[in-house]
């Protein structure tokens, strides 16, 4: 292959991960063909060439992730994502490292363990979870596909996306073999039907709950942005006219209080704020709590507001959510364990996802953010219905609940995500979406759903990250069988000689 037909390939591959990265412009094809040309760049140059055009490739896509989401370029943001990015490089080199020397569809197994290795890194060990580095939501439509996440969590689609890469190099390098193609395409074969019965057949119980999403009127919510202009820190916020504070929040809470009677009123039994919709200095807080227990006392529902707290002392702000009940108890109280790095200005919770029993199901909660996070989104047990209370911003709102709905498929669980300044969604165990509200086509945004009461229990609820783990095992075997085996050389016409 000659050098000019290797920069095209680099090339192709560079534009076709730019779409594939998760986001507003997506093209969920384009995840299965940038990563074959982006191998066969990698087979078939010099060491470091091969590696740079990789890091160049993977920097590109990183960097327009960031700018169709609306994101900062330029910032500390930035510098975090082009680490991660060049972490996308990891695959590549140990697939020149071993897949040479291994035989037939061994040699294929390399590049999908390595991808799933970094991915699970990444998500395991970086700030920022698996936002950035997730094969598996790009596929968030293809719903007969999505349901092996509730085996092997998204790492099984991640698996499956970069093996074919891996298939279609090895055929492209060897010429066509029904021994080189059938495991991969049993393998789709069996999940894709599998995929497809458990649609068909493994739908939750019948019996379901109304829940509506509320969020304060734009036009109030807008009045109040523009008043609090001036205090651009929440220290700032916190040192201003206590009185000023109460003029300027209270428009938004009695929106939002309105919003809860009026749907509770029309039947819904749950009623789920945005992430941060309601706002009360530290002093005023249990004033509007007690507004709140006394609708969910007269309504009979259950209210999970999502709250800002302006405190006195630094950071002088909490993010938090009540779960008040039809008695007017709280029955938690949950603070964000994963603030955004770079763009959240409070102190993370414990981390300890809560949960209640009700009529209604096992409910739990997180915030926003948190839903980036698998291991975090494990740890409730079996749960029924999660809430979601989340705040994002134009061109990332709907790309981030629809990232959340993969964990509702891992889980087993019915997720409502409730989010002002994007798209608010649920979704059913199983990945359906049910319902859906954009925040920025509405005055005020309202949804409704009838949710299961009853969770799928999964496979991946209760053995977690083991498929991760072993694609980590595998790269140790399939190592270890490279360094005893004779190596392979790739001649350059792409053929594989020993």
């Known amino acids: 292959m000659n050098r000019q037909t290797r920069w095209a390939m680099l090339a192709a591959g560079t534009a076709l991960s730019a779409v594939a990265a998760h986001g507003r412009w997506e093209v969920a094809g384009a995840a299965w063909g940038y990563l074959i040309l982006l191998l066969r760049y990698s087979r078939t140059s010099r060491p470091l060439p091969a590696m740079g055009g990789i890091a160049l490739a993977t920097t590109v896509a990183t960097t327009f992730w960031l700018y169709e989401s609306g994101l900062p370029v330029f910032s500390p943001v930035l510098a975090l994502s082009l680490v991660m990015a060049l972490a ?3 695959p590549y080199v140990l697939d020149r490292l071993i897949a040479a020397r291994l035989p037939g569809a ?13 991915e699970y890194a990444l998500a395991s060990l970086s700030p920022v979870g698996n936002i950035l580095s997730s094969l598996a939501a790009t596929q968030h439509d293809n719903l007969p596909l999505l349901q ?11 698996f499956l996306i970069a093996w074919f890469a891996a298939v279609c190099n090895h055929l492209w390098q060897d010429g066509f073999a029904w021994r080189r193609v059938a495991p991969f395409g049993a393998v789709l074969a069996l999940v894709l039907a599998g995929g497809s019965l458990r649609l068909a057949f493994a739908a939750p119980a019948g019996e379901t709950v109304r829940v509506a999403g509320v969020s304060p009127a ?15 820190s929440p220290e700032q916020l916190a040192g201003a006219d206590p009185d000023m504070v109460r003029r300027v929040f209270a428009p938004v809470n009695d929106s939002l209080l309105a919003a809860t009677e009026r749907e509770a009123k029309a ?18 807080r249990q004033r509007l709590i007690d507004e709140i227990a006394a609708i969910a006392a007269r309504t009979g529902s259950y209210v999970n507001a999502g709250l800002i707290v302006i405190t006195g002392a630094p950071p002088y702000m909490r993010n938090e959510t009540v779960l008040v009940d039809p008695r007017g108890k709280a029955r938690w109280t949950y603070e964000k364990a994963r603030p955004v790095p770079g763009l959240d200005p409070f102190n993370p919770g414990d981390g300890r996802v809560p ?12 915030i926003c953010f948190d839903a980036d996070f698998p291991v975090l989104m494990r740890q409730a047990g079996d749960v029924d219905v999660m809430l979601v209370p989340s705040n994002d911003w134009y061109g990332f709102g709907a790309a981030h609940t629809e990232k959340a709905g993969i964990r509702a498929v891992e889980n087993g669980y019915s997720l409502v995500r409730q989010a002002s300044n994007g798209l608010a969604a649920v979704f059913d165990p199983h990945g359906r979406t049910l319902t859906s ?7 005020q945004q309202t949804m409704i759903a009838h949710v299961p009461v009853a969770g799928s229990p999964t496979v991946y609820a209760r053995v977690g990250d083991v498929f991760a783990w072993l694609c980590l095992a595998a790269m140790a075997a399939l190592g270890v069988a490279a360094m005893r085996a004779k190596r392979l050389t790739v001649a350059p016409s792409g053929k594989r000689s020993e």
Do not use: C, H, Q
């Open 218 to 232: 734009r036009s109030v919510l807008e009045t109040s942005n523009r008043a609090l202009n001036g205090y651009p």
């Open 267 to 284: 039947g819904a039994k749950i009623v789920v704020w945005p992430e941060a919709g309601g706002a009360a200095r530290e002093a005023d």
């Open 88 to 90: 996308g490089v990891v």
């Open 355 to 366: 949960t209640a029993d009700t009529p209604f199901g096992r409910l739990a909660n997180v």
């Open 148 to 158: 092996v996440v509730s085996v092997t969590g998204g790492y099984g689609v991640s």
């Open 437 to 443: 509200a954009d925040y920025f086509t509405t005055t």
């Open 106 to 118: 061994w040699a294929t197994l390399v590049f999908p363990a390595g991808v799933v290795s970094v």
